[in-house]
């Protein structure tokens, strides 16, 4: 025991070290702007778009939880989105020069601006989506801010050419008793950073070069955060970027750039890094043709075209569409604990979430318990909008969405479901009733409804009852959606085992939405929810052309050098030495291994032996 206390007390020392080191604010940059000085300027003035022609069509700008007018953006002609491409591939060939130290410094500068501007970042996505504040602040700034402090730690790392390893086997023989035979056994390993027991002479590494120019396609429920997401990634990578932001949140998009191009601008960066489009399908289409990657968050509808598009120019994508996550709760929870996490994660955002809780299923043992701890807190929620007053949850932000929410619940009542709660609505304005949907606790569902099949991407709590865990695994892999899954049981090892049996890309344990709290873990699901990974190892990686490179270890001294066997023209006995080399090498028998090798040897010397003589001869 003695010998482990040293040991103890470093590895606390250390820990407490990483902590406090976590604690300190990054050294910064800054621009020399007052907060709000800067923002006036930004908010009210559009990005400017160059001396390109606009076109006729128009994007139009509307607060969805008060329908106020914010104004319009030009939606771009394909021709002009492939301008802006080749601007951005011209700024991309600069940048992919920079060094990480300009990178990380423009990550700083973001980083230092998001904390600073937290509420008027936060106040612009309430504006252009409908979400309260507190609902911008854990979906945009959070998300934003912890994926940035990942890419400032480990970013580089995992960028920089990694050497693959082979295994040498050294054999090592032990004697078992004299009444048994002796073994041979393979136990020790020897990281040769080779590419296989043939290349012992060469190191091997895989090299991650920028792509080019990334093109994304986000979603609107999101605004700031679906626009960094994949700018982050990309520019730290030395790519460009340009990204066509939904007609729905348009007006953010474009405000957001600005914050982007005062970062590039501080560190020197080129012009036309990264760039926000604004349009319609004709905009996105167009960037998916021209771009050397395309990144998607939306719908699977939209992905499968998108996919189509991008097969003609045999265009990379990687989808995010959506999901239908289960919520699972098994008998031996603590149940006002996860009653409320659940009304959280069903109403984040008014329930607009990729990644939303949309199928709750209860152990039948707490059911009725579990459903009247969330139907007193779904009562107490009001809805309203979320600048005009303290109000829980705020508006829809597509319009006519709130009708397909209400057939939903229709189709769930007319095969035999039951409201159990709503809440209420604040004071609305005339123009934007419409705008708003009631958090809604619904029982007695099952998997015969629309409800519990179609994304609603709403405040609704559909509620089904479940005796086993095999059946609630059952039932949450009954949906053409695999994105994500939380499992909760007071057993921890009880619920990491329902959720390994659920087909999703993302798993909390005893929590909601943790994942993407973790910026260092990939995104993404299967299915209908789409595939390839963003965030993470995998999501920066996927920003990178892969490149396997071989070289030799002890150059000039060892080089490759074709075995006179086989070499032009090839011997008699050329296919003999290939079969004892084959054997030398990958047979399992060491006696076998040993036996080739000396034939290899013998093969060998033979053929210097026939080339002496024929050279004698002649």
Same mark, same amino acid.
């Given at each position: 025991?003695?010998?482990?206390?040293?040991?103890?007390?470093?590895?606390?020392?250390?820990?407490?070290?990483?902590?406090?080191?976590?604690?300190?604010?990054?050294?910064?940059?800054? &621009?020399?702007?007052?907060?709000?000085?800067?923002?006036?300027?930004?908010?009210?003035?559009?990005?400017?778009?160059?001396?390109?022609?606009?076109?006729?069509?128009?994007?139009?700008?509307?607060?969805?939880?008060?329908?106020?007018?914010?104004?319009?953006?030009?939606?771009? @002609?394909?021709?002009?989105?492939?301008?802006?491409?080749?601007?951005?591939?011209?700024?991309?060939?600069?940048?992919?020069?920079?060094?990480?130290?300009?990178?990380?410094?423009?990550?700083?500068?973001?980083?230092?601006?998001?904390?600073?501007?937290?509420?008027?970042?936060?106040?612009?996505?309430?504006?252009?989506?409908?979400?309260?504040?507190?609902?911008?602040?854990?979906?945009?700034?959070?998300?934003?801010?912890?994926?940035?402090?990942?890419?400032?730690?480990?970013?580089?790392?995992?960028?920089?050419?990694?050497?693959?390893?082979?295994?040498?086997?050294?054999?090592?023989?032990?004697?078992?008793?004299?009444?048994?035979?002796?073994?041979?056994?393979?136990?020790?390993?020897?990281?040769?950073? @080779?590419?296989?027991?043939?290349?012992?002479?060469?190191?091997?590494?895989?090299?991650?070069?920028?792509?080019?120019?990334?093109?994304?396609?986000?979603?609107?429920?999101?605004?700031?955060?679906?626009?960094?997401?994949?700018?982050?990634?990309?520019?730290?990578?030395?790519?460009?970027?340009?990204?066509?932001?939904?007609?729905?949140?348009?007006?953010?998009?474009?405000?957001?750039?600005?914050?982007?191009?005062?970062?590039?601008?501080?560190?020197?960066?080129?012009?036309?890094?990264?760039?926000?489009? &604004?349009?319609?399908?004709?905009?996105?289409?167009?960037?998916?043709?021209?771009?050397?990657?395309?990144?998607?968050?939306?719908?699977?509808?939209?992905?499968?075209?998108?996919?189509?598009?991008?097969?003609?120019?045999?265009?990379?994508?990687?989808?995010?569409?959506?999901?239908?996550?289960?919520?699972?709760?098994?008998?031996?929870?603590?149940?006002?604990?996860?009653?409320?996490?659940?009304?959280?994660?069903?109403?984040?955002?008014?329930?607009?979430?990729?990644?939303?809780?949309?199928?709750?299923?209860?152990?039948?043992?707490?059911?009725?318990?579990?459903?009247?701890?969330?139907?007193?807190?779904?009562?107490?929620?009001?809805?309203?909008?979320?600048?005009?007053?303290?109000?829980?949850?705020?508006?829809?932000?597509?319009?006519?969405?709130?009708?397909?929410?209400?057939?939903?619940?229709?189709?769930?009542?007319?095969?035999?479901?039951?409201?159990?709660?709503?809440?209420?609505?604040?004071?609305?304005?005339?123009?934007?009733?419409?705008?708003?949907?009631?958090?809604?606790?619904?029982?007695?569902?099952?998997?015969?409804?629309?409800?519990?099949?179609?994304?609603?991407?709403?405040?609704?709590?559909?509620?089904?009852?479940?005796?086993?865990?095999?059946?609630?695994?059952?039932?949450?892999?009954?949906?053409?959606?695999?994105?994500?899954?939380?499992?909760?049981?007071?057993?921890?090892?009880?619920?990491?085992?329902?959720?390994?049996?659920?087909?999703?890309?993302?798993?909390?344990?005893?929590?909601?939405?943790?994942?993407?709290?973790?910026?260092?873990?990939?995104?993404?699901?299967?299915?209908?929810?789409?595939?390839?990974?963003?965030?993470?190892?995998?999501?920066?990686?996927?920003?990178?052309?892969?490149?396997?490179?071989?070289?030799?270890?002890?150059?000039?001294?060892?080089?490759?050098?074709?075995?006179?066997?086989?070499?032009?023209?090839?011997?008699?006995?050329?296919?003999?030495?290939?079969?004892?080399?084959?054997?030398?090498?990958?047979?399992?028998?060491?006696?076998?291994?040993?036996?080739?090798?000396?034939?290899?040897?013998?093969?060998?010397?033979?053929?210097?032996?026939?080339?002496?003589?024929?050279?004698?001869?002649?």
């Amino acid at each position: 025991m003695a010998f482990w206390w040293p040991l103890i007390v470093l590895a606390l020392a250390y820990a407490i070290c990483r902590f406090l080191l976590m604690l300190i604010p990054p050294n910064c940059w800054t &621009t020399g702007t007052k907060r709000r000085r800067t923002v006036s300027f930004i908010l009210y003035s559009i990005p400017p778009r160059g001396r390109t022609q606009q076109s006729d069509k128009k994007v139009q700008c509307y607060e969805p939880a008060t329908m106020k007018y914010l104004g319009y953006f030009p939606a771009l @002609s394909a021709d002009e989105v492939k301008e802006r491409v080749a601007l951005a591939r011209k700024a991309q060939k600069i940048w992919a020069k920079s060094s990480f130290k300009q990178r990380r410094q423009f990550l700083r500068i973001l980083l230092k601006y998001i904390i600073e501007h937290q509420e008027l970042i936060c106040e612009i996505s309430s504006r252009d989506t409908g979400k309260t504040m507190v609902d911008a602040s854990l979906g945009e700034i959070m998300t934003t801010c912890e994926k940035i402090t990942w890419l400032l730690s480990e970013g580089e790392k995992w960028l920089k050419p990694e050497y693959r390893s082979l295994v040498l086997v050294l054999l090592k023989a032990h004697f078992a008793r004299f009444f048994e035979f002796r073994t041979l056994c393979l136990i020790d390993y020897i990281d040769c950073r @080779s590419s296989g027991r043939s290349m012992i002479h060469k190191k091997a590494k895989v090299e991650f070069h920028p792509l080019g120019v990334i093109g994304a396609i986000v979603s609107w429920n999101y605004p700031f955060h679906n626009i960094f997401n994949p700018m982050l990634a990309a520019v730290f990578s030395g790519n460009s970027i340009v990204i066509k932001v939904s007609e729905n949140a348009s007006w953010s998009g474009c405000f957001y750039l600005r914050i982007i191009q005062a970062a590039l601008a501080a560190v020197k960066a080129p012009d036309n890094l990264v760039d926000v489009i &604004t349009g319609f399908s004709e905009t996105g289409e167009a960037l998916v043709s021209s771009v050397d990657k395309i990144v998607f968050v939306g719908s699977p509808g939209v992905g499968r075209m998108i996919m189509k598009n991008a097969s003609e120019t045999l265009t990379p994508v990687m989808l995010e569409l959506g999901g239908k996550d289960a919520f699972i709760v098994c008998d031996d929870v603590d149940v006002p604990h996860v009653a409320q996490i659940a009304v959280r994660a069903a109403l984040q955002s008014s329930g607009q979430n990729c990644a939303g809780a949309e199928r709750f299923y209860v152990h039948r043992d707490i059911y009725s318990s579990f459903v009247n701890q969330v139907a007193k807190i779904v009562k107490s929620v009001v809805a309203g909008p979320p600048l005009a007053g303290k109000y829980d949850m705020g508006a829809i932000c597509l319009l006519e969405h709130s009708d397909k929410l209400q057939d939903l619940v229709n189709d769930a009542l007319d095969k035999g479901a039951e409201i159990l709660a709503r809440g209420s609505f604040g004071h609305l304005g005339e123009d934007a009733v419409d705008q708003y949907f009631p958090p809604t606790v619904i029982v007695n569902v099952n998997h015969s409804m629309k409800l519990m099949q179609d994304e609603a991407f709403g405040p609704i709590m559909p509620i089904m009852k479940f005796n086993t865990d095999e059946e609630a695994v059952k039932l949450a892999n009954d949906s053409r959606y695999g994105l994500g899954c939380a499992v909760f049981s007071g057993s921890q090892r009880r619920a990491k085992e329902i959720a390994s049996q659920i087909h999703c890309g993302v798993a909390a344990i005893n929590d909601f939405a943790s994942n993407y709290m973790c910026q260092s873990l990939p995104f993404g699901g299967v299915k209908d929810s789409g595939f390839g990974r963003f965030a993470g190892v995998e999501g920066l990686r996927a920003c990178c052309l892969v490149k396997s490179v071989v070289e030799d270890r002890w150059w000039p001294y060892v080089k490759t050098k074709i075995p006179k066997p086989i070499q032009y023209p090839v011997a008699e006995n050329g296919f003999e030495f290939q079969e004892s080399l084959v054997e030398a090498l990958y047979g399992l028998n060491i006696w076998d291994r040993l036996r080739a090798v000396v034939n290899v040897l013998k093969l060998l010397s033979d053929q210097n032996s026939s080339i002496g003589s024929k050279r004698k001869n002649e």
